[in-house]
T-cell receptor, first 105, second 116 residues
Framework: RKEVEQDPGPFNVPEGATVAFNCTYS??????FFWYRQDCRKEPKLLMS???SGNEDGRFTAQLNRASQYISLLIRDSKLSDSATYLC??????FGTGTKLQVIP | DAGVIQSPRHEVTEMGQEVTLRCKPI?????LFWYRQTMMRGLELLIY????????DSGMPEDRFSAKMPNASFSTLKIQPSEPRDSAVYFC??????????????FGNGTRLTVT
């Protein structure tokens, strides 16, 4: 089993839709969690940290479920500019392979 | 504020040649990471340094790969001899506090390596 697993997608959603991604991790002792965004042929950039109590940043909400060992990212009111690959990161340095999101006009 | 700077942006070389990738981390960051990204395997951590000291190099594929960090503002990743399967995008990233603190990674633009 991989340390961090994500559904590669692609998720094709219309503008304005709500979309959610999950990311599962295998190490129950994992302490830190992040979501990064990567545009095509660009470097990954931090989107948001994931805190135990869940956290929100505008249209983005991140949650952690330690019992089931997954983190989630919810995007509300999707914009065309949200089209990218979303990478989850566990223990600071272990990346999932990413979930591709395509927001359609 | 300058971010992480990598060079070259693109490198095309023939199998068997030596390749050296360079990275300048963000000033004040004490941790530096080298990643490799391919379509098949995603982002793989190769090695990371804390205060210029290699902490974990378990991701380095084999002896053909080596990395150094002679000072806080410079690191190199060398592949010798290079092989076609080394073709990938190599990213360097830096952060404050290493893996023990909840500090995010700041990535450079990457070096796209093609070995023919």
């Amino acid at each position: 089993r991989k340390e961090v697993e994500q559904d590669p997608g692609p998720f094709n959603v219309p503008e304005g839709a709500t979309v959610a991604f999950n990311c599962t991790y295998s190490n129950s002792a994992s302490q830190s969690f992040f979501w990064y965004r990567q545009d095509c042929r660009k470097e990954p950039k931090l989107l948001m940290s994931v805190y135990s109590s869940g956290n929100e940043d505008g249209r983005f909400t991140a949650q952690l479920n330690r019992a089931s060992q997954y983190i989630s990212l919810l995007i509300r009111d999707s914009k065309l500019s949200d089209s990218a690959t979303y990478l989850c990161v566990v223990n600071h340095v272990t990346f999932g392979t990413g979930t591709k999101l395509q927001v359609i006009p | 504020d300058a971010g992480v700077i990598q060079s070259p942006r693109h490198e095309v070389t023939e199998m068997g040649q030596e390749v050296t990738l360079r990275c300048k981390p963000i000033s004040g960051h004490n941790s530096l990471f080298w990643y490799r990204q391919t379509m098949m395997r995603g982002l793989e951590l190769l090695i990371y340094f804390n205060n210029n000291v290699p902490i974990d190099d378990s991701g380095m594929p084999e002896d053909r790969f080596s990395a150094k960090m002679p000072n806080a503002s410079f690191s190199t990743l060398k592949i010798q001899p290079s092989e076609p399967r080394d073709s990938a995008v190599y990213f360097c990233a830096s952060s404050l506090g290493g893996v023990r603190l909840n500090s995010p990674l700041h990535f450079g633009n990457g070096t796209r390596l093609t070995v023919t």
